[in-house]
């Protein structure tokens, strides 16, 4: 299956280490992996897995102590850090759990805020990105709306459009469904398996473990290690569980 697809995220021996005081922390303890193309991902850990310093890592917003990180090709552990705002730019359409947006701006503005800085786009062609990436995630009727004019799922589909707009090589998604109520989760991640349908690469971390039964593949962290890494077999459909849930109640 993977013969034929482009590797995007390769991690090789991968350590991190942090001085803290006279102590030494081994955040992570030499994790390696292949993320191919078209992949749906989920990494989870519970508090001190050492899942946040992967994702710094994966996010070209930290660089390993030892070990090499190669972005869709790219070695990234000796990058300038000017270099590696740059490849990340390009290369990862991130999603936070708190949305990142900016308050004063519309939802097309904040769509079109990562191609500010890509030169290969005139304010044109930055605009005609953004409302088809806005189009993409059901908001069209929502271009020119503020972030105080939409509920909390209709700003997370702006940040989702937003990590769209470039064409990343890898969607990276930081809890992005932990500020969310039940019925609005699972709208995200419908809409996240339709972007893995269409072979959208998909890294999902979160410390929720029901989140993996959605997701093509699963990757445990445990003390900064691996302790599974596991290809989902039966991939349940996050439509189907929306539709299962009960009609919301009028207050």
Do not use: W
């Not at 989920?42 to 972005?71: A, F, V």
């Not at 730019?89 to 939802?107: D, E, H, M, S, W």
């Not at 500010?116 to 304010?123: D, G, I, L, V």
């Amino acid at each position: 299956m993977k013969d034929n697809k482009r590797v995007v995220i390769e991690l090789q021996d991968v350590r991190r280490n942090f001085k803290v005081g006279s102590e030494v922390v081994h955040a992570l303890r030499g994790i390696s992996f292949k993320i191919y193309e078209g992949e749906f991902v989920t990494i989870m850990g519970t508090s001190g897995s050492g899942k946040s310093t992967l994702l710094n890592q994966l996010g070209c917003l930290d660089t390993p102590t030892s070990g090499e990180y190669y972005l869709d090709g790219t070695p990234v552990r000796k990058m300038k850090r000017s270099e590696r705002a740059v490849l990340r730019n390009r290369k990862i359409g991130f999603v936070f759990q708190n949305y990142n947006l900016l308050p004063k701006t519309t939802a097309v503005e904040n769509v079109e805020l990562p191609l500010m800085y890509n030169t290969k786009y005139n304010a044109k062609q930055r605009r005609e990105a953004a409302v088809k990436a806005l189009q993409a995630v059901g908001l069209g009727e929502r271009l020119e709306h503020k972030s105080n004019q939409m509920s909390g799922g209709q700003m997370q589909r702006v940040a989702i459009a937003r990590a769209l707009v470039n064409d990343p090589a890898v969607i990276l998604a930081d809890e992005a469904t932990g500020n969310l109520d039940t019925r609005t989760s699972f709208e995200m991640l419908v809409l996240f398996q339709r972007l893995h349908k269409e072979g959208r690469t998909i890294i999902f971390v979160t410390h929720n473990p029901e989140i993996a039964q959605y997701s093509s593949r699963n990757i445990m962290l445990r003390d900064g290690k691996i302790r599974e890494d596991q290809i989902n077999e039966n991939i349940q459909s996050a439509a189907e569980a929306l539709a299962a849930l009960p009609a919301p109640q009028d207050d």
